[in-house]
């Protein structure tokens, strides 16, 4: 079965196609079959990342049975073993994705016949998004030193709770604590303690079953855009921080350094890992593609 990695974070621009693409590469020069997924409905832009034109098919093909199953509607990339399932003859926003689509491309992609599925998650929280992130118990989150960055990152993490406690507790409760949620549960001061208890304040029997699904979570995160003159102990503080408390296992893959030449990379459409494969932040990315595989 292939290992999942949902790739997200509350902010946009903080380089999720550009890290999605690069682990896909370097993963598959390695040997291993990987296919990339551009989720960012209505924006989508990975295969400019990988230096292609818009492909003809995508899930789009898949959803309008153009293709028989999801695996069809992936493209060979430049780079042998890499595949991509492209967006961007989807003309519906993310936010509009219909249930049942979301669900068949869910579903279709738990079964990829692949060894790497890296997903390409837009910017923000809204709800389609989020279950694209809970596709699997491994989302890697993507953020920069920025505390802007950092606050979201914490909210979105919190947001990722709150969503999979709706899909936990029975419908007609949560309905009950919609309010408590919409006004507490993700405003800055709260904790994820809070969002608990305000569950656990109406269905208290659940307190076993909701800890022990929340511990099934392996998050991951990554520091995108780091310069040397940040404090380097930052990651782990981070770290130490989630694993104190949230529910869930956190694990800090590392920092990409900032380096300018990543943009001209994506100006002449070649990926920044083949045309600088010697800089720092080629080195970072292989770094933590060593530890993801
Ligand atoms: N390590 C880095 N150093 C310098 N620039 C970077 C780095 N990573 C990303 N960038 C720049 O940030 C820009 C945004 O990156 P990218 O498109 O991957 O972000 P994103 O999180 O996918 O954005 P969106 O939320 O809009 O989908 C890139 O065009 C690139 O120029
Ligand atoms: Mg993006």
Not at 53 to 58: K, L, M, R, V
């Given at each position: 079965m292939a290992k999942i990695y949902p790739i997200g974070g509350g902010k946009g621009g903080v380089g999720k196609s550009f890290i999605t693409a690069s682990l896909g590469a370097l993963i598959a020069k390695w040997g291993k079959k990987v296919v990339i997924i551009?989720?960012?409905?209505?924006?989508?832009?990975l295969h400019t990342l990988l230096g292609m034109?818009?492909?003809?098919?995508?899930l789009n093909s898949f959803l309008d049975k153009t293709v028989q199953d999801l695996e069809s509607a992936a493209v060979s990339t430049s780079i042998p073993n890499l595949f991509l399932i492209s967006s961007s003859h989807c003309y519906m926003e993310i936010a509009n994705l219909f249930y049942a689509h979301k669900v068949k491309i869910i579903e279709a992609i738990k079964k990829l016949p692949f060894d790497y599925v890296f997903l390409d998650l837009g910017p923000g929280t809204n709800f389609n998004m989020l279950d694209f992130f809970l596709t699997s118990e491994e989302g890697i989150l993507i953020c920069t030193p920025e505390p802007t960055s950092i606050e979201n990152s914490f909210r979105f993490i919190k947001t990722i709770y709150y969503r999979k406690l709706k899909q936990m507790i029975k419908k007609h409760i949560f309905n009950s604590l919609q309010k408590d949620f919409s006004e507490?549960?993700?405003?800055?001061?709260?904790t994820p303690s809070d969002i608990i208890e305000i569950a656990l304040k109406h269905d208290p029997e659940k307190e076993g079953h909701l800890r022990s699904q929340l511990s099934k979570f392996k998050f991951k995160f990554i520091f995108n855009q780091f310069r040397n003159n940040l404090d380097a102990t930052l990651g782990n503080q981070f770290e130490t921080i989630c694993n104190r408390h949230f529910y869930s296992f956190f694990e800090f893959l590392g920092y990409v350094s900032f380096d300018g030449r990543i943009q001209d990379a994506i100006f002449s459409k070649t990926l920044y890992v083949h045309r600088y494969p010697h800089t720092q932040s080629a080195a970072d990315l292989k770094n933590i593609a060593a530890k993801i595989t």
């Open positions: 551009d989720l960012d409905l209505g924006a989508s832009n034109q818009s492909p003809n098919i995508g507490d549960a993700v405003k800055p001061g709260t």
